[in-house]
């Protein structure tokens, strides 16, 4: 079965500290992206990847970084984490094949910055 | 540049119902149309999706046909079961570059014993 698991479900962090999220799929998947889900808003991207070492901004990047040193890994990082960064976080893969829009999701970490 | 209106919810229906939920959007050429699910505490599963206009997408029950002309792929199920109950979100990539997706705000779906 295709995975894509994240490395917590719950996070509690102060204001101020580095955040790391990370997420990890193993379909050999060149594509992947981080979304935050907030109520009212839907999902909006935050960075993507398309292959190692490589990121593109999405939508909404101010306030965070990512880093992608294996194809297999990405990871979120909130250099100081603020209380509006209080949110759901989704992780996604997909590949760059003829199915290349489909995107497998991880199960989310609920961050809440105090 | 692209954008996806879907219906607010929540849509609250009894068991055995008939659903809809309305999808629109906004994109430039031929997009591909996706419909994901959230189920409570879980991330999201692709539910169906459509490739080209005319095309109906279906699974477990759900219908959706990418219909052009009105640039619509309105969710259907003939009869909704508790299980149902979860958040849709309706989708669309523009087939450039990354497959990046622009979803909808999501619709939760209540269904009632």
């Known amino acids: 079965d295709v995975k894509v698991t994240q490395s917590s479900r719950y996070l509690v962090k102060r204001t101020g500290e580095k955040v790391f999220l990370e997420c990890v799929q193993d379909?050999?998947?060149?594509?992947m992206f981080w979304y935050r889900q907030d109520p009212g808003l839907g999902l909006r991207l935050i960075y993507f990847s398309y292959d190692v070492k490589m990121k593109e901004k999405g939508d909404i990047p101010e306030g965070y970084s990512v880093s992608r040193e294996k194809k297999e890994r990405f990871s979120l990082i909130l250099e100081s984490a603020s209380t509006n960064q209080t949110s759901m976080y989704l992780c996604?893969?997909?590949?760059?094949?003829?199915?290349?829009?489909?995107?497998?999701f991880g199960p989310g970490t609920r961050l809440t910055v105090l | 540049g692209n954008s996806v209106t879907q219906m607010e919810g929540p849509v609250t229906l009894s068991e055995e119902a008939f659903l809809t939920i309305n999808c629109t959007y906004t994109?430039?050429?031929?997009?591909?149309l996706f419909w994901y699910v959230q189920y409570p505490g879980e991330g999201l599963q692709l539910l169906l999706k459509?490739?080209?206009?005319?095309d109906k997408g279906s699974n477990k029950g759900f219908e959706a046909t990418y219909r052009k002309e009105t640039t619509s792929f309105h969710l259907e199920k003939g009869s909704v079961q508790v299980s149902d109950s979860a958040v849709y979100f309706c989708a669309l990539s523009d087939q450039s570059g990354y497959s990046t997706l622009t979803f909808g705000k999501g619709t939760m779906l209540l269904v009632s014993p």
């Open positions: 379909m050999d998947h060149e594509n």
């Open positions: 459509a490739t080209k206009a005319d």
């Open positions: 996604a893969s997909s590949s760059t094949g003829w199915v290349r829009n489909e995107q497998f």
């Open positions: 994109a430039t050429g031929y997009p591909s």
